[in-house]
């Protein structure tokens, strides 16, 4: 199990990071350390940023509560549906944020700084299987291994083992930073997930030929995704 560190050691210590093997300088930038140091809290003020952008800190626990009453609310088709469309947005702001940044990141810094990005925020380690990408002639297709999926592991204390993939607002936030950064839509499925009681998720993503188009129409997001 990797330690667990405070941010002001993360950032104040790197030694003693380094001896915790969590890689804060592995890769290219925007890398876990660049990301880091743009959290910022001003508890006094009661508010928490990241760059310019107000977060919040929300437990494990809650998430699944909201998660739950959604699914509950609407269903699990409506839910997929919704889950996928606002991790979508998040996704597409996350790319707004590298690129405001890293401009002159090239296509695989700005995708690995989108892996990094979604494990910042608590959601899933990311391990890369595999990654084409030509986007000047239209390829991209990748192949992850999600593990400690935050979305898996509030689904089963929920309902218990699913029979289908669960992780939509990750799947949603996946696309989003693609297709963001791409102006085509970038479909990710998820193959194999944890809340179907594997060990890891594994998700395939791939770029149509289609622009982004309106981002309040994101029907086509979740049309080969089957949900629970």
């Not at 626990?61 to 509950?72: D, H, K, M, S």
């Not at 409506?78 to 991790?87: E, K, N, P």
């Amino acid at each position: 199990m990797t330690k667990k560190m405070t941010l002001s050691k993360m950032t104040t210590q790197p030694n003693q990071a380094s001896s915790c093997e969590i890689g804060l300088d592995d890769g290219d930038p925007p890398t876990l350390r660049d990301l880091t140091e743009r959290l910022r809290l001003t508890p006094n003020d009661g508010k928490i940023w990241f760059d310019d952008r107000r977060m919040v800190l929300l437990g494990a626990n809650a998430f699944g509560v909201l998660r739950r009453e959604i699914i509950e609310s609407l269903g699990f088709s409506r839910a997929c549906s919704l889950l996928m469309r606002v991790g979508f947005s998040a996704g597409s702001a996350d790319a707004a944020f590298v690129r405001k940044h890293w401009p002159l990141n090239d296509e695989a810094g700005a995708l690995t700084a989108g892996e990094r990005l979604h494990a910042v925020m608590g959601m899933v380690k990311v391990e890369t299987v595999r990654r084409d990408h030509d986007i000047p002639n239209g390829i991209f297709n990748a192949e992850f291994l999600w593990h400690g999926s935050i979305e898996a592991a509030e689904h089963i204390n929920a309902y218990g083992l699913s029979r289908e993939p669960v992780c939509w607002m990750q799947l949603g936030y996946a696309s989003g930073y693609a297709s963001a950064f791409y102006g085509k839509r970038v479909i990710y499925r998820e193959l194999e997930c944890a809340g179907c009681g594997g060990s890891f998720c594994r998700i395939v993503g791939e770029m149509t030929n289609q622009e982004i188009g309106s981002t309040h129409d994101l029907s086509w997001l979740t049309r080969r995704i089957p949900c629970a």
